[in-house]
């Protein structure tokens, strides 16, 4: 069983930055791709960043992009999200999840099998 556990969520103001972190139990983490979804009160769960197996290959919503940065370092068997210059529309629940595969990355749902708890970002202004 592969479980996933978040960390690094916190309030802060716009403009500032977290870091979230994702470790996992298991040793086959570096077998797969990962990535990190969040959902705000009243809305749907959405894609935020994903990356592969190796770390060599990274994707991104748009509303993030030069924002965020997905990495990994599959030594620690962990995957983080550093998150700067925030704004409020960022506050969420925000969720990691192993994806199905190792190669490519990939922004549906469906395509991941196993999701933490999540981890609270709430961005004031």
């Known amino acids: 069983q592969v479980q996933l556990v978040e960390s690094g969520g916190g309030l802060v103001q716009a403009g500032g930055s977290l870091r979230l972190s994702c470790a996992a139990s298991?040793?086959?983490?570096?077998?797969?791709?990962m990535g990190w979804f969040r959902q705000a009160p009243g809305k749907e769960r959405e894609f935020v960043a994903a990356?592969?197996?190796?770390?060599?290959?990274?994707s991104y919503t748009d509303s993030v992009k030069g924002r965020f940065a997905i990495s990994r370092d599959n030594a620690k068997n962990t995957v983080y999200l550093q998150m700067n210059s925030l704004k409020p529309d960022d506050t969420a629940v925000y969720y990691c999840?192993?994806?199905?595969?190792?190669?490519?990355?990939?922004?549906?749902?469906?395509?991941?099998?196993?999701w933490g708890q999540g981890t609270q970002v709430t961005v004031s202004s």
């Open positions: 990356i592969n197996w190796s770390g060599g290959s990274t």
């Open positions: 999840a192993r994806r199905k595969f190792s190669g490519g990355t990939s922004s549906f749902h469906r395509d991941y099998d196993y």
């Open positions: 298991g040793r086959t983490f570096s077998n797969y791709g």
